[in-house]
């Protein structure tokens, strides 16, 4: 506005401004750079590979981060209004032309350096011989079945599903296989073993996340949805689920718990014991 | 006094309405609509930020007693019932229609030299209807078991199955769904006038290369709004009914909820829904933000005296960034059980869809380089779009790369991405717009000093309640949760979640000096007696302020100049109007 | 529709004052001097190839569904379509002659033929949804409603869609009649044109889906 002088061009405001987005640049970066909240150490190769692929996709952002938001402080304070003329230039095709191949190059690279570890998770299956373990999802716990000794699934049927009288799942007892079937709250598996998951939902779309293993996956009813993983550091990481399913979404939790082989076989012969 | 009787040799000019109906409420001019779709937003854009205010005081104190809520606490199914609320009215009520609606409305027919819009009863009805959806979609709180609970993307089975899977899933989701579909028609008639209005009221003169990058926003918005709003529609439709004819499309067979089998559906896809709502949900996004990117260049133009850099490229990255707007829905579904195939051909579309994003932000701060620039508010704001931007973006590279995506899909990184794009960088857009327009659309000024108040503690508030959701999204924070008690590793962060809510309190409270400003200028504020206070270029600093009905009193502008000629050489003024006669121009 | 006769003024009068009503022959876009400008004719194609786009885009939405959904489906099953489906398609192409048959008259200014075949154009439209409704009954009947099956779903519901949009087109044949036109701001004629582009497409649309329903069975 032309009647008010002072601030059109105002020392105090250029500072102001460059000062906030300055010190908001390096708080953050700060943040991130000092790992203050970060990803839980991975259990797996492949999450050690996502990890170095977070580290590029940091390394890159970080810099047009810090660029951009300083390029923006300093032009605010430099070309602040002291009663300069504006120098006239309606652009530049060169530097157009440089800045747009180099993000091409940049954001296109970076996605495609991302296609290995897409790969390795989702266009390859399982081995066979993993350990197959069947995630069903469904307002608002988690279960998973475990083949048995026999190494076969036994037969589910919607109609059988009763959580009040421990079957969770719907086993259907006139299958011979359903019997050494292991049904569990909680997901258990040895250590340096690939481990296949069959995840499928009952009721509504869940989601089965474990931050350690770098993997999620949506549990969508009427699909079966795999995935795969070897895990290498025993202990126990928490699963969440991360697709909104309805009032109890917030709970929807469990646990994956990561042995040592031997002490997976020993809960492996528990599991069965308690079963016949 | 419907036949116009020609009035011999001198101009007659078209009546203007008269009666407080015709004039404020059934209005066709293209003003009143503009300024009614602004005060709808201005209305839902408090309730939104009240829902959200109540979401935040729950997630920071789980246990806090609110005597608002029966029995003093909030439940988890309404903390879900006022955040499904909460995006969807910031998003189609406030997000969808003030930029577009409002300011396009107001401002698109004037900057290109036109009287109204093509269809200015078409215009009324594409508000009224609008209002119709909002009334709708607030009717869903009041109905038994109240608002819906399945967020604004209400992915079914969750939305489809009934009150049987959760409370606020009967009556309250089918009303939502039909406020929904009414917003399509709205838009949809909208959308029709704004692009009819571009393409064929331009006055002489006014080229497409000389349009300003505000009507370019308008005009790509609108062709985004016009492809994708049928498909939602579509999408609502098939959704009602699965809901209520029984019909099976996105729900499968075989379903227990709760031990009760579910025979009466089977079949369907649940990724069908997602299909369809993120084939429109993707270009609404850019729906939200491109209007707030032309006001962006406008006003950085304008306040630094210099041209817009590269106003070419930003034309293209313009309609770079609306025509690959509907090539990458996909990147919402990567883990969605989609094939992973399809998955990364979605991802590379996507990060190319970064580029003309970033030849934006390079020309913006190409056009401060080298200016003069001038600190009021409306430049506040819109330099401050341009850090929200740049912020809000890059978030974007890591959610575009399916392998990073495992981790922070549903996350609350997701949601640092997308509110601080859409929850403030637009929002930034449209303040930035106000600020501006105010003393044309009104005839007074904003009070600048509470403006710039209101400016620094929006600015440094936001920031202080996005920035850290990175981090709680980093930390595996998953998103839609109403409490962060279900395991160590939540309870871990729940230190961060109280930062943001009262950095979230503050921010809201903030909002009410806006609020205090706006009223009170419009009742007292200084008067604006000059067209043009900003010496801008636009064909609305043409006309007085506020503009006679039918905009240029019945003489149709000519436009010789593009739209950004600050600091020409050679010329006496930092700046030439459009409309100026070229042997008018002062030398210098 | 806005009920008074000011406002059927103002739904084509985009406030432009003054000037003669429009020569019977040609139309406006023709300066009346110094009032405000006249929406010009060619804005209404503009806008009618936009709404085009728009139902094609639903259309297409719905027609990307079915394929989606057939593909999924163990649960498919056939929906035999009804025959009387073949005659009303030909009473919609009828049409569709018809209407240019009307708009011919109605450039020669033979009033009273363009009146006569454009009340045939209705005539065949209407006996159109009216077959169609047939067709429902008899789908009906033999025990395929809407929610029988997927394949079924889709057949009332494209069918639906289309005979909807197409009431619309009714609507505005019956508009092109008995609206005063020598009050508005665009001619009877280029309201007669706009109408029958309007009418070729839901001819052409009925004939797509017609085809997908039938390949789709």
């Not at chain 2, 920071?60 to 009215?89: C, D, N, R, V």
């Not at chain 2, 499968?252 to 079949?267: A, C, E, R, Y």
């Not at chain 2, 000629?565 to 003024?573: H, I, K, L, Q, T």
């Amino acid at each position: 506005m032309l009647s008010r002088r002072p601030e059109r061009g105002s020392t105090t405001v250029a500072l102001s401004f460059a000062v906030f987005l300055i010190l908001m640049t390096v708080v953050t970066v700060y943040i991130f750079w000092a790992k203050i909240w970060w990803f839980p150490p991975a259990i797996t190769d492949f999450g050690h590979e996502i990890d170095a692929q977070y580290a590029r996709t940091f390394l890159i952002t970080g810099i047009v981060f810090v660029a951009a938001q300083f390029g923006l402080a300093w032009a605010i304070f430099k070309f602040r209004d002291q009663g300069q003329k504006a120098t006239y230039f309606e652009g530049n095709n060169t530097m157009e032309i440089v800045w747009t191949l180099a993000t091409v190059v940049l954001f296109v690279g970076l996605g495609l350096y991302a296609r290995n570890a897409w790969a390795e998770v989702h266009f390859i299956g399982a081995a066979p011989g993993a350990l197959q373990v069947e995630v069903t999802g469904q307002q608002f716990v988690w279960n998973f079945r475990y083949a048995g000794p026999d190494g076969k699934f036994g037969r589910e049927k919607p109609e059988l599903v009763s959580a009040s009288t421990g079957n969770p799942v719907g086993l259907d007892p006139a299958d011979p296989a359903s019997k050494d079937d292991i049904v569990s709250p909680v997901i258990v598996v040895p250590a340096n073993r690939e481990v296949e998951l069959i995840i499928r939902s009952q009721d509504v779309t869940h989601s089965f996340y474990v931050r350690e293993l770098r993997l999620k996956q949506d549990a969508v009813p009427g699909m079966e949805i795999h995935m795969h993983f070897t895990a290498t550091t025993p202990g126990d990481y928490e699963i969440a689920c991360a697709e909104l399913c309805g009032l109890g979404h917030y709970r929807m939790h469990s646990m994956l718990t990561v042995m040592n082989e031997p002490d997976f076989e020993k809960w492996e012969k528990d599991q069965e014991a308690a079963n016949q | 006094m419907v036949t116009h009787e020609d009035g011999g040799g001198h101009a007659h000019q078209h009546q203007p309405p008269s009666g407080f109906i015709r004039k404020y409420v059934f209005s066709i001019d293209h003003k009143v609509i503009g300024i009614q779709y602004l005060m709808l937003a201005l209305f839902s854009v408090f309730v939104g930020m009240a829902l959200s205010l109540l979401m935040r005081l729950h997630l920071a104190w789980p246990t806090a007693h609110f005597s608002i809520f029966k029995g003093g606490q909030m439940t988890p199914e309404q903390y879900l019932a006022l955040m499904t609320m909460h995006g969807t009215i910031m998003v189609f009520m406030v997000l969808t229609t003030a930029p577009q609606s409002g300011f396009g409305n107001y401002f698109l027919p004037i900057q290109i030299g036109a009287a109204d819009m093509a269809f200015p009863v078409l215009n009324m009805m594409s508000f009224w209807t609008t209002f119709l959806s909002l009334v709708v979609m607030i009717c869903a709180f009041f109905v038994s078991g109240g608002a819906p609970i399945g967020g604004w993307t209400s992915y079914p089975p969750l939305s489809a199955l009934g009150e049987i899977v959760g409370p606020g899933q009967g009556g309250g989701e089918t009303l939502w769904i039909i406020g929904l579909a009414i917003f399509c028609g709205a838009s949809l008639m909208g959308a029709l006038n704004f692009i009819t209005t571009l393409i064929d009221l331009r006055a002489k003169g006014m080229t497409l290369g000389r349009l300003p990058l505000t009507c370019w926003t308008w005009f790509v918005t609108a062709i985004l709004g016009l492809l994708a709003f049928g498909v939602l529609l579509a999408a609502c439709i098939l959704l009602l009914l699965d809901r209520l004819a029984g019909t099976s499309f996105f729900i499968p067979g075989g379903l227990v909820v709760t031990d009760q089998v579910i025979t009466w559906h089977k079949g369907g896809s649940p990724l069908l829904w997602q299909h369809l709502f993120w084939f429109f949900g993707h270009p609404e996004v850019y729906i939200a933000i491109l209007p707030g990117m032309g006001v962006a260049s406008h006003l950085l133009s304008t306040f630094s005296r210099k041209p817009v850099f590269g106003y070419r490229a930003m034309v293209g990255a313009v309609c770079g960034i609306g025509f690959l707007g509907f090539c990458v829905w996909g990147h919402h579904m990567f883990i969605s059980g989609m094939s992973p195939y399809s998955a990364f051909a979605f991802s590379i579309l996507t990060m190319t869809i970064g580029v003309p994003s970033a030849i934006k932000t390079f020309n913006w701060l190409g056009t401060l380089w080298g200016g003069k620039i001038q600190f009021n508010c409306a430049m506040l704001f819109a330099l401050g779009f341009v850090s929200l931007f740049v912020s809000g973006g890059l978030s974007g590279l890591f959610l575009a790369q399916p392998a990073l995506d495992l981790y922070l899909h549903d996350g609350y990184f997701v949601v640092a991405h997308f509110h601080l794009i859409m929850g403030v960088a637009a929002i930034f857009g449209m303040f930035a717009g106000l600020y501006f327009w105010f003393p044309k659309m009104f005839g007074k000024f904003m009070n600048e000093g509470i403006g710039k108040l209101h400016f620094w503690l929006t600015f440094i508030g936001v920031y202080a309640i996005f920035m850290p959701m990175h981090f709680l999204g980093l930390a595996g924070n998953p998103r839609r949760y109403s409490e962060m008690t279900a395991g160590p590793f939540l309870q871990a962060l729940q230190p961060v979640h109280v930062f943001i809510s009262i950095a979230a309190f503050i921010t809201i409270a903030a909002q009410l000096i806006f609020l205090f400003n706006f009223i009170w200028s419009l009742m007292a504020g200084k008067e604006a007696k000059e067209e043009n206070p900003w010496h801008a270029t636009t064909l609305e600093w043409s006309i007085p302020s506020p503009p006679p009905f039918d905009n240029f009193a019945g003489v149709e502008p000519v436009v010789y100049h593009g739209p950004y000629e600050f600091s020409v050489p050679g010329a006496a003024d930092d700046y030439i109007p459009q409309h100026l006669a070229p042997n008018l121009v002062r030398k210098a | 529709m806005p009920g008074t006769i000011v406002d059927d003024v103002e739904l084509i009068d985009a406030g432009h004052g003054g000037g003669t009503p429009p020569p019977a022959g040609g139309d406006d876009d023709g300066d009346s001097s110094g009032s405000r400008r006249p929406v010009p004719r060619r804005a209404y194609f503009t806008a009618l190839q936009l709404g085009l786009a728009a139902i094609v885009m639903f259309f297409m939405a719905l027609a990307s569904s079915y394929i989606v959904r057939k593909g999924l489906g163990l649960d498919w099953q056939s929906t035999p379509l009804p025959r009387v489906l073949w005659f009303n398609t030909a009473i919609l192409l009828a049409s569709s002659v018809t209407i240019v048959v009307a708009r011919r008259r109605l450039e020669g200014g033979e009033r009273e033929a363009f009146q006569s075949w454009w009340w045939v154009t209705t005539g065949l439209g209407l006996l159109f949804l009216a077959g169609q409704i047939i067709a429902w009954r008899q789908l009906a009947a033999a025990g395929m409603l809407l929610a029988t099956n997927p394949s079924s779903s889709f057949f009332y519901l494209l069918t639906a869609a289309h005979g909807a949009h197409l009431a619309g087109g009714i609507f505005a044949l019956f508009y092109v009649l008995f609206r005063p036109w020598s009050r508005s701001r665009i001619s009877q004629r280029t309201a007669a044109e706009l109408t029958s582009i309007y009418w070729h497409f839901m001819d052409g649309l009925w004939i797509f889906l017609f085809a997908l329903l039938t390949l789709g069975r």
